[in-house]
DNA sequence: TAAGTGATCTCT
DNA sequence: GAGATCACTTAA
């Protein structure tokens, strides 16, 4: 069962939309072969007020694309080497997003982004359909009790309140499994 | 543990 | 234009 994820997918609150997204499978389109890798580890960020979140600092040229439509890709360069692959989520016009920090093949938000070959000409493409890059959900089902909750990941910077929200969400080690 | 790397933002 | 700041990785 291959089922790409759609608009309504990633149209719900970007805490609920995270953690769905863990068992799901990035697949990308490379010439005529397509790569593809099981997520394990997500991050949310929500809206205009999360101080971790790029839209805090206002809608500018690098961040306006956290404003498009649920299901828009947000990717960007961080310490001048590594792309950093983001889903926006919840609402057009409400800046939140998910960032895929690990998949069974690739640990780290860099790496993943590496493995995928992955850089800025895939910034602002739409997720929902079969080109360039998409997410599918194989059928496997993740249980609640197999997601880990912690803080977020590089984000000290955010005070005391944001940088401590439970906003990351990996997959237990044991279900990892291909 | 710290260097490497470059886009972007915040002052002048 | 200069300086600081990063949602990180790697090698040591």
């Known amino acids: 069962m291959k089922n790409i994820l759609g608009k309504s997918f990633f149209a719900r609150p970007v805490v609920e939309v995270a953690p769905d997204m863990l068992g799901k499978y990035i697949v990308c389109s490379a010439g005529n072969h397509e790569v593809y890798s099981k997520i394990i580890e997500v991050e949310a960020y ?21 404003w498009s439509d649920p299901g828009t890709l947000y990717v960007y360069l961080v310490y001048g080497m590594h792309w950093m692959l983001n889903v926006v989520t919840t609402a057009k016009d409400y800046p ?21 070959g992955i850089n800025k000409s ?25 997601i880990l909750r912690t803080p977020r990941i590089g984000v000290d910077y955010a005070g005391p309140v944001w940088a401590k929200k439970p906003y990351r969400f990996v997959l237990d080690t044991k279900n990892r499994l291909q």
């Open 122 to 146: 895939l910034h602002g493409k739409i997720a929902t359909t079969r080109s360039g890059l998409w997410f599918e959900d194989r059928g496997e089902l993740i249980s609640k009790n197999h």
């Open 96 to 116: 939140a997003a998910v960032l895929i920090r690990a998949t069974v093949d690739a640990v780290g938000p860099g790496r993943v982004t590496k493995y995928f």
């Open 46 to 66: 929500d809206g205009p007020y999360d101080l971790a979140c790029h839209a805090s600092k206002g809608r500018t040229k690098k961040t306006e694309v956290l």
